[in-house]
């Protein structure tokens, strides 16, 4: 059987994957806790510390970026590299990144979109994470 590492982006979890493992019976479907992990390395390391030896590597928004770490630190374990609305690039250097996390910032809170803080609503927390990962106080790893 295949296996597929589907890495969540941030705030979220499994929950953001459901519809894609119920969909791929055919395929062995991993989907990481980055748990309380603070760097993308760290949270690649732990993705890849619970990987089977190849997989297929997707990851969406800054599972993304995770993905692509995971592909720096192991490239002979990354069978394919699917990357879903996510960037590739870092936010530029001085008042120029600043203005783009704050534009990032502005979108999630207008009125009608998606809240991109767990602390924004229960909506929000439907669609994107379990209702029990709102109340995690350890570090746990999840797989399907």
């Known amino acids: 059987m295949k296996s597929l590492l589907l890495l969540p982006g941030l705030l979220c979890d ?19 806790d980055y748990g309380l992990a603070d760097s993308i390395e760290d949270m690649a390391a732990r993705a890849l510390d619970k990987a089977p030896e190849r997989f297929v590597l997707a990851g969406h928004s800054m599972g993304g970026r995770v993905a692509l770490e995971i592909y720096r630190q192991a490239p002979e374990r990354v069978c394919q590299l699917i990357l879903l609305d996510t960037g590739y690039a870092g936010r530029p250097a001085g008042d120029a990144g600043e203005h783009e996390k704050a534009a990032g910032w502005r979108c999630c809170s207008r009125p009608g979109r998606p809240a991109c803080a767990p602390w924004a609503g229960p909506g929000w927390r439907a669609w994107c994470i379990r209702p029990a990962s709102t109340t995690r106080s350890s570090s746990t790893t999840s797989w399907r």
Request: with cysteine.
């Open 14 to 32: 499994d929950a953001v994957w459901r519809d894609q493992v119920a969909s791929l019976g055919d395929w062995r479907c991993l989907v990481p």
